[in-house]
């Protein structure tokens, strides 16, 4: 704890992926925040705190709404964006006048957040634009001694980043599908939650090259993946695959990374493996779409993204 009053920063585990942590209150440390990532200052961050009963402090108009989703969702992979309050440092919110609050479902973030008592800025923490981190070797070798301490907390459970859901103006809608599915969110709002993905709010998730390895990500399927990864490694390329489906007559060479048959496995598996085809040294790898719906919304989303193209 006395790593964060002093303006440390840290890596922690929550339950969609690793944060980069640091006092919210405190503009010093979250400033560094942004040097360690290379995340240009006018993209907010996230304010991470124990519970709902202080969102008062944060926001200073808390919906019944907001309250509902609170109560239904948190702890868990939820960011509410909601009118910020004075409490909200500048720095932290990019300039906007909205903030984006969530609870995380992990009982080390809980535990850190409990004892320090106030709010953790936090983006994942990776390099800016690449891919999220869902254990703590991800952090150490993203950002190795950038980091006062990284905390342990094992493999994220949901290894996909919070649903982000827009509470500040009127109809509530979803910024960045994820953990918490469309659905589930409509059912406790009884009516339509539209995703507003490319809308004008400066969100590094909202960029086209985002999520992305350094190999190339090219979207297939099922039937056309062998014939495209045989045409690849005849123009001299490393490839990889990876998909959630059996594939036939993939040529010798190729890295085949085989991804959870189940949505919930394929979100909790999908940066590992993107990380795992730039370990191999790949230039390219050829992935499937899984049907959008439920998590496979979000996984959608993170693979067009990672395509550079940004979705459909
Ligand atoms: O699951 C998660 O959300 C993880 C864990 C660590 O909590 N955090 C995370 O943070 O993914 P980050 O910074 O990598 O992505 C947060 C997204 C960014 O796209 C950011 O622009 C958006 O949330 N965001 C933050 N505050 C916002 C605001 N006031 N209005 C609109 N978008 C906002
Ligand atoms: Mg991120």
């Not at 809608?173 to 589930?184: K, N, Q, S």
């Not at 999520?211 to 123009?235: F, G, M, N």
């Not at 992935?287 to 979000?298: R, S, W, Y």
Request: charged share 20%.
């Amino acid at each position: 704890m006395s790593i964060l009053r002093s303006g440390g920063v840290i890596g922690f585990p929550t339950e969609t992926v690793y944060g980069l942590g640091a006092d919210a209150g405190n503009t010093s440390a979250v400033e560094r925040i942004f040097r360690i990532k290379g995340r240009p200052t006018t993209h907010p961050l996230i304010v991470h705190i124990a519970d709902a009963g202080t969102l008062d402090q944060w926001s200073v108009e808390v919906s019944p709404l907001a309250e509902l989703l609170a109560d239904r969702f948190w702890p868990g992979p939820l960011t509410i964006i909601l009118e910020r309050s004075a409490r909200v440092p500048d720095v932290v919110t990019g300039g906007l006048t909205t903030v984006g609050l969530r609870v995380p479902d992990h009982p080390k973030a809980l535990a850190v957040l409990r004892a320090f008592g106030g709010g953790l800025a936090a983006p994942s923490a990776n390099r800016f634009g690449g891919v999220s981190p869902t254990t703590a070797d991800h952090v150490r070798h993203d950002l190795g001694d950038a980091v006062d301490v990284v905390v342990d907390g094992g493999p994220c459970v949901v290894g996909l980043e919070s649903t982000i859901v827009d509470l500040s103006s009127g109809q509530p809608a979803i910024l960045r599908p994820g953990g918490v599915t469309r659905e589930a969110l409509e059912d406790v709002v009884r009516g339509p939650v539209p995703l507003r993905t490319g809308g004008q709010v400066r969100s590094p998730g909202q960029l086209a090259s985002h999520y992305a390895p350094r190999a190339e990500v090219v979207l297939s399927t099922v039937d056309r993946v062998a014939v495209q990864a045989a045409a690849l490694l005849s123009r001299g390329f490393r490839v990889a695959v990876s998909t959630d489906q059996p594939v036939t007559d993939l040529p010798d060479e190729v890295e085949h990374i085989v991804l959870p048959g189940t949505t919930d496995g394929l979100a909790r598996s999908l940066y590992a493996a993107l990380r795992e085809v730039d370990r191999r040294g790949c230039d390219v790898v050829l992935v499937t779409l899984p049907p959008e719906v439920g998590l496979g919304l979000a996984v959608g989303d993170r693979l067009r993204r990672a395509t550079g193209s940004g979705p459909s």
